[in-house]
């Protein structure tokens, strides 16, 4: 008689790199449609006669809109399901991507691009829910966590795309805009066949439907889960709930303490490196392109450890490191230290900063049952896109105003601050089922008042 397993008790399959595919386009897209504005601006601004405002309305309206995005779509996901959202989710994204082309007034360019935002943002809790309900615990976190590599490799793309559209004329920037519809189509297309999650399914009393798409896909002798998965009604206010509110704040918290000091220091490298004294033309550059190289290449170690050693420690020491580089460069600032020192410390900052960005998709999904998986995940995307615009907006002018070494030890001093908040709060969720880490909050509770009836008996 064949052993009865569970879905996440299942090796590592092709089906699983599917669905990474499928999860893994949300932030293939989000940095394809962040980098692509840049280039597409550029170009726009001697077609069209505009203020620094307008332009600014137009670079901010994408974050703006995945505030939006993140705290609705993912509510809607909790509630009408996980496939549906990310078909329809799709849908707008590419309709809207195509009017772009159209546009004859920057404005109009703002309404569509805080849309587009609204569906990116939206398709964030989606891809996290659907990629954790789908995993097995083993490699839970690494397929998780590497939803984060896509993200450099769409903006990346986006410039790449925006250099051989250049030559097209006086409509390229038309034609830039308009390309993001070409991998939302793709990946629309994609999802068609895609299943939804028994997870969901079993939550809103569909235990049949979930059991067939679990057999169907993995065999006669799986099943969902050894635990019933609890029907529960979503509830938005229920992240904030039965201790899951400590949660909410903790990933808030230590997501934002590294955005805030990446979006800052990796939109303004090129400045930075000429403030070291490499300001030839090249070296600044140079130092730009290598740093965003390791920004991919180190959460390749990180997905590997992060199973291997764990959450914790591979979120927490990348910030102290992280912090360490950064307080060092801080104070190094005005010796006319050499380029290659310089750029060392760069990397290592670089490399340790990607590691723990591995964790904003790997906690939120692991920490929040089924219910209001979508929910909490969406709600700390759309404050996290505040704190990196807010980040992005103040750099400069801290940098203006007290000069590169205080922008610096800011920076670092966010880093120490994310690891002390990641020491005193960070669980470990290693190869736990999904039952388990969303129930670690109540199991800690449960030891709190077993440990008061001691003391009082």
């Known amino acids: 008689m064949n052993k009865v397993r569970t879905m996440e008790e299942m090796p590592i399959s092709r089906f699983h790199f599917k669905m990474f595919t499928y999860a893994s386009g949300s932030t293939f897209i989000d940095g394809y449609v962040i980098g692509i504005i840049a280039v597409a601006l550029s170009v726009m601004q001697s077609y069209f006669d505009m203020s620094l405002t307008m332009v600014g309305l137009i670079g901010m309206a994408t974050l703006a809109g995945m505030f939006v995005g993140g705290i609705v779509g993912g509510y809607l996901t909790d509630l009408i399901g996980r496939k549906s959202m990310f078909l329809i989710d799709m849908l707008i994204m ?101 299943p939804e999650s028994p997870h969901w399914l079993a939550n809103n009393g569909r235990e049949k439907e979930a059991n ?47 955005l805030i000091p990446t979006f800052g220091i990796g939109t303004y490298i090129p400045e930075i490196f000429a ?17 965003n190289i390791v920004y991919l290449a180190g959460l390749i170690p990180a997905l590997y450890l992060v199973e291997k050693s764990g959450r914790r420690p591979t979120l927490i020491w990348p910030f102290l490191v ?40 790997i906690y939120p999904n692991e920490l929040f049952p089924t219910h209001i998986r979508g929910t909490a995940m969406g709600f700390i995307t759309g404050i996290t896109r505040i704190a990196s615009s807010v980040g992005t907006f103040l750099f400069p002018i801290i940098l203006a105003k007290y000069g590169l070494s205080v922008t610096l030890y800011i920076c670092g001093a966010l880093f120490f601050l994310g690891f ?11 190869n736990m089922s999904l039952t388990e880490t969303s129930s670690l909050n109540k199991r800690t509770n449960q030891l709190k008042e077993s440990s008061v009836i001691r003391k009082n008996g």
């Open 322 to 361: 992280s912090s360490i580089s950064l307080l060092v460069l801080g104070a190094t600032s005005g010796l006319n230290m050499p380029f290659a020192f310089i750029l060392i410390l760069f990397i290592i900052y670089g490399t340790f900063n990607n590691a723990m960005g591995a964790h904003p998709w």
């Open 212 to 258: 067939a798409i679990v057999q169907k896909i993995f065999g006669k002798n799986v099943v969902m889960s050894k635990e019933p998965e609890a029907k529960v009604k979503t509830s938005f206010l229920d992240m904030f709930r039965n201790g899951y509110g400590k949660w909410v704040f903790f990933v808030a918290a230590f997501w934002s303490l590294e």
């Open 275 to 291: 403030q070291f004294g490499f300001h030839d033309g090249r070296k600044e550059y140079l130092g730009s392109a290598i740093i």
């Open 420 to 430: 002390l908040v990641s020491v005193f709060m960070a669980p470990e969720t290693k």
């Open 94 to 194: 590419a309709i809207v991507s195509i009017l772009q082309f159209f546009i004859n007034d920057p404005m109009q360019l703002v309404i569509l691009r805080f849309i587009l935002g609204i569906a990116i943002g939206a398709d964030y809790p989606i891809a996290g829910a659907l990629m954790a309900e789908f995993s097995p615990r083993k490699n839970r976190g690494a397929l998780l966590g590497g939803l984060n590599a896509f993200w450099y490799v769409g903006y990346s793309s986006s410039y790449l795309v925006g250099y051989f559209l250049l030559p097209t004329g006086e409509a390229s920037w038309r034609w830039m805009l308009a390309s993001s519809a070409v991998p939302v189509i793709l990946m629309l297309i994609g999802r068609l066949n895609m």
